[in-house]
């Protein structure tokens, strides 16, 4: 079979994927996952009057505080082409997921030629919890193909050492980052490992510090637009005011205490009677008692997330409103950091256990409103799948260290190490991992084949060229 028609079928079978997700993920769509919300209004006054704003109707500017523009700005193309419907959306994102699919593809291509491009490219379009996201208004499906596109231009850049190239690798790593902001010390990241651990590695044909340079100085100018948008409307040089990591630093803090499903339970209670504070403390012992906890730290996280979170919930002022979302992501911060202070040796094992585990094996691609009826053994055994999965992924790493590609196995695990070294502290999410996902099976794969002794041939270092 022709690598043409092997790739037309794989872009099928991920379409064909991404519309079963697409009818699977309908009930949810509008109840679940409230990020979407926020999202489809952007998009929306985007499409309709060019400004990124929530509340285009206001008497003075009122800036997003919360979102970066790329996939907002994705969410308006959209409106504007095909009308404002969320199934416009999720069509277009099965787009990007067979996009993500041959991209796959082409990093495999330079790392082991065609045979290896299209196992991968195959693995990844079977991979479930890329066309779960693809089906919702969220970020993950399109930041997983701005990051896979940046890795490809990064393999192709250190291998080609054009300019051409490695501007273009400092633009995709900006548009990465103004996707989802976690991602916004990749690229400088990049370089550090490039100018460290290159030389000690031996890698003699390694890019020029000056590509490595150019690379910066195109990333920095991509992004000078919206760090200076929000100096001028915030005065803060930051990539996201409110979207900081304030809040994922409390919500870490108590990350492990108890069961995801109690946590979720507990701040459902919190939530639910925010305005009473003796029915939010009745409550909340009732479901310590139901579940045979201590209600002592359980009263303690309510009244946290109860007394922050009102600081923007009671604002009605549209602009007080954004700026108090700042405000609480200050507070969000102080109070998550004495909450570690507090337990600094329970803190350091819950993350290096639980959440290193949520963070890269904890994806389950059931919709949100059933997982809790799954049966245990079914959940289990998803989280097993994608554990051996990164043990494959790790295999695929030593095989190309072994083959002598030492400096392909860097770049490559670099996705996995940066995800890894930025969510840890914070609250993890196994979506948080989701845009390196595309690297991880591509990896898989090379690790599967490896480890049968029918490995595919990885080619030498100077036919990338």
């Given at each position: 079979m022709t690598v043409a028609r092997s790739l037309l079928l794989i872009g099928l079978l991920a379409t064909l994927h991404g519309?079963?997700?697409m009818a699977y993920q309908r009930p949810d769509r509008p109840?679940?996952?409230?990020?979407?919300?926020?999202?489809?209004?952007l998009g929306k006054v985007l499409a309709s009057t060019g400004k990124f704003t929530r509340y285009p109707d206001a008497p003075e500017f009122v800036p997003e505080v919360l979102h970066t523009p790329v996939y907002p700005a994705f969410v308006a193309v959209v409106y504007n082409v095909f009308g404002e419907s969320d199934a416009a959306i999720v069509g277009a994102q099965i787009g990007v997921f067979v996009a993500i699919c041959l991209v796959v593809f082409g990093i495999g291509r330079l790392i082991g030629g065609p045979q290896l491009g299209i196992a991968a490219a195959t693995a990844t379009a079977l991979f479930p919890t890329l066309p779960y996201f693809a089906a919702l208004i969220l970020t993950e499906a399109w930041t997983a193909l701005m990051l896979t596109l940046t890795m490809w231009?990064?393999?192709?850049?250190?291998?080609?050492?054009?300019?051409?190239?490695?501007?273009?690798?400092?633009?995709?790593?900006?548009?990465?980052?103004?996707?989802r902001p976690a991602f916004v010390l990749f690229l400088p990241g990049i370089v550090v490992m490039a100018l460290v651990l290159f030389p000690l590695i031996g890698w003699t044909a390694r890019p020029a510090r000056a590509h490595w340079?150019?690379?910066?100085?195109?990333?920095?100018?991509?992004?000078?637009?919206?760090?200076?948008y929000n100096y001028v409307t915030m005065r803060r040089f930051t990539i996201s005011p409110a979207g900081g990591v304030g809040r994922t630093i409390w919500e870490g803090s108590w990350q492990g205490v108890w069961p995801g499903r109690v946590q979720s339970q507990l701040t459902d209670v919190a939530d639910a009677a925010t305005a009473d504070p003796a029915r939010l403390d009745a409550d909340v012992i009732a479901l310590a008692?139901?579940?045979?906890?201590?209600?002592?730290?359980?009263?303690?996280?309510?009244?946290?997330?109860?007394d922050i979170r009102k600081t923007w919930t009671e604002p009605r002022d549209p602009m007080r409103r954004a700026m108090t979302r700042i405000e609480a992501d200050d507070q969000y911060l102080s109070v998550g950091l004495k909450n570690i202070a507090s337990d600094r040796r329970g803190w350091v094992t819950r993350h290096l256990t639980r959440s290193l585990f949520v963070l890269w094996s904890g994806d389950i691609p059931i919709r949100y409103s059933q997982i809790n009826q799954m049966p245990v053994l079914v959940i289990r055994a998803i989280w097993a799948v994608q554990a051996l999965l990164l043990a494959l992924a790790a295999a695929g790493l030593l095989a190309l260290t072994r083959a002598g590609r030492s400096a392909d196995a860097l770049l490559l695990a670099a996705p996995l190490i940066y995800v890894t070294a930025v969510h840890l502290p914070l609250l993890t999410e196994a979506r948080h991992s989701l845009p390196a996902k595309p690297v991880v099976m591509l990896l898989a794969v090379l690790g599967a084949g490896w480890l049968s002794g029918r490995g595919f041939a990885i080619r030498e270092e100077t036919s990338l060229g």
């Open positions: 519309l079963a997700f109840t679940q996952w409230t990020d979407q919300v926020g999202y489809r209004r231009l990064l393999m192709r850049a250190a291998h080609e050492q054009r300019p051409a190239l490695f501007a273009g690798f400092g633009v995709l790593a900006a548009a990465t980052a103004l996707s340079m150019l690379a910066l100085a195109a990333y920095a100018v991509t992004l000078l637009p919206w760090f200076t008692h139901a579940e045979r906890l201590d209600p002592a730290p359980m009263l303690e996280y309510a009244h946290q997330w109860r």
